[in-house]
């Protein structure tokens, strides 16, 4: 399937293309569920195939056309409100286990391999545990808190 795409690199530089996916993944209409390390994009002016590295890509847009509308405001509900500090999650492990708790929101949640978790019963003997990404099946988010959050300290 070819998708017609966008990609806003870091340097700031704009490429309008197509990306081409397995025929047998995709359903018309349908954007990939993830995208490899590198993509291959022909741009839309018929030049020979860029392969793009994702670390170089600030974002890349699954797009109807190249056209866009430079009227068009995003929709934005949450703007005046303020941002909650600690995210609830429920957390399931490869091995099945599932776990509650507490982590910070912010970036570290998204850049790092690991994360901190809270508990959330306080009175438990757990301070914290750092949790590898690769040892989950699956991190869903509860909702959000204000409550203050001790740092688990490594020393």
């Known amino acids: 399937m070819l998708h017609t795409v966008v990609v806003n690199l870091k340097n700031s530089s704009v490429l309008h293309g197509y990306y081409r996916t397995d025929d047998s993944i995709d359903s018309v209409g349908s954007v990939p569920v993830n995208l490899p390390r590198t993509m291959t994009i022909e741009p839309e002016d018929g030049s020979a195939a ?9 974002a890349v847009f699954f797009v109807r056309s190249f056209a866009g509308s430079p009227t068009q405001q995003d929709v934005r509900f949450f703007d005046s409100l303020s ?10 492990f490869k091995d ?10 912010g970036i570290d949640l998204l850049a790092q391999n690991a ?41």
């Open 50 to 58: 860029v392969t793009i590295d994702l670390q170089n890509a600030k």
């Open 83 to 92: 941002i909650h500090p600690y995210l609830w999650v429920r957390l399931t």
């Open 96 to 105: 099945g286990e599932v776990m509650e708790g507490r982590v910070l929101n």
């Open 115 to 155: 994360f901190q978790l809270f508990p959330v019963d306080e009175l438990t003997n757990n301070r914290c545990l750092f949790v590898p990404k690769q040892s989950l099946r699956s991190f869903q988010i509860i909702g959000l808190l204000e409550a203050q959050i001790q740092h688990c300290d490594v020393a």
